[in-house]
């Protein structure tokens, strides 16, 4: 069965800024001692640089502070400090393909352990995943073509394809050009406003 979808990306696109960015911000601000993890981070970033190590070991080195929140505090997080942060604009738009019938899905490399305290009118949240309790990330990043792999087969558990002529997908960054090849009708929201433009590459 063919279905028309909308897909989001979520950081620069939903809401303004780097949500991990404002995860470490956030953390720093009640811990300021965490900032010596940043030596660890930084190891892991040139281990990755020098194609010694995976995107996905450095990334779970950023993450540490998932090892020291609590559901609760995730939540706090998430309302508190990302929520703000919302393009009101594509939050109305998300509304509007939700009740056009649109299978709208959120798909972002943000990781789901604060990402499924979201409360937008979605219909599937795909994201990073981690361990339970921890900063260990489980599988691929959510990124660039691994997007892909992720919503395929999020629609083939619902035996479904997509509607390419008449379905929608919106982001801020050509790292998504992947994720929007699947769609006919492709939006870029810019960084400053969240204004919805057509989508022309930059590379």
Known sequence: MTQKVALFDFDNTVAKGNSITRLLKYDLAKHPWHFLYFL????????????????????????????????????????????????????????????????????TASVE???????????????????????????????DHEKINRIQCYLKSLNMEIDYDHSYGYSDSDSDIPMLSLVKHKKRVLLKTGEMVDFIPKK
């Not at 508190?80 to 509007?96: F, L």
């Not at 990402?115 to 260990?136: E, H, K, R």
Request: one cysteine or more.
């Open 40 to 107: 660890k981070v930084a190891f892991y970033y040139c281990l990755y640089l020098l194609h010694l190590s995976s995107f996905e070991k450095a990334k779970s080195a950023i993450l540490f502070p998932l090892n020291y929140m609590s559901d609760e505090e995730l939540s706090d997080f998430y309302n508190q400090v990302i929520v703000p942060t919302y393009y009101q604009n594509v939050v109305a738009e998300m509304y509007k393909k939700k009740e056009e019938g649109y299978l709208v899905i959120l798909c």
């Open 113 to 143: 352990a604060y990402m499924q305290y979201n409360q937008l009118p979605i219909d599937c949240l795909l994201a990073t995943q981690t361990q339970p309790d921890s900063c260990q990330v489980i599988g691929k990043n959510c990124k």
